[in-house]
């Protein structure tokens, strides 16, 4: 990697006011090389998943979670922000977890520092809800130059908030009585 790019690297890391991350300097140290041109890191911690220590790293596109052993060499695991149904956390008296569900799958990233946990989890749903948001805004552009019998620009975004309380239905999360009342307030919009 060149100078200059270690340098922006450097920068972003600092933007994002990454904590230290002890037991994930390997993964750390390999981040660049996964980080793709255009891409921003929002933030990263240290978490327990798949029986191993992990780097999770939320970028403007993807969570990615890193693990570079000795033996094995890199196993890596990309969550497209698009693929992201509902993100979850709980604090214990030291640590905490994440659960990010995509599609009908569950990621459990645990022994998260309880400090930056909620922020965290805070970080991958607003950067889910921005890659949506502009996903869906350059469908509205066409929207809006379409002719005029197009009346109704927000049903992707409805439809979009529909499949994620239908994932927390059937993930337990939400009653059936609490969907159908915040159903009838989409619609109802």
């Not at 200059?4 to 660049?32: C, H, I, S």
């Not at 790293?57 to 890199?74: D, E, Q």
């Not at 214990?92 to 995509?102: A, P, R």
């Not at 929207?143 to 499949?163: F, G, M, R, V």
């Amino acid at each position: 990697m060149a100078k200059q790019e270690l340098n922006d690297y450097a920068q972003q890391l600092e933007r994002a006011g990454l904590p230290k991350a002890v037991f994930t300097r390997k993964e750390m140290n390999y981040l660049p090389e996964v980080i793709r041109d255009g891409e921003e890191l929002l933030y990263a911690v240290s978490g327990m998943y798949d029986n191993n220590t992990w780097l999770v790293a939320c970028t403007n596109s993807r969570v990615l979670l890193l693990n570079k052993g000795m033996v094995y060499g890199l196993k890596q695991v990309d969550v497209p922000l698009d693929k992201i149904n509902a993100v979850s956390f709980k604090t214990g008296v030291l640590f905490g977890s994440i659960e990010v569900q995509n599609g009908a799958s569950f990621m459990k990233i645990e022994t998260i520092d309880k400090k930056v946990v909620k922020f965290m989890a805070d970080t991958i749903k607003s950067a889910a809800q921005d890659f949506t948001a502009k996903q869906n805004g350059g469908y509205k552009q066409a929207q809006t130059a379409a002719p005029a019998e197009s009346t109704s620009t927000d049903l992707p975004l409805i439809a979009d908030e529909l499949i994620k309380l239908k994932g927390l239905v059937d993930a337990g999360f939400l009653t059936q009585e609490e969907f159908d009342t915040q159903k009838a307030k989409l619609l109802n919009k």
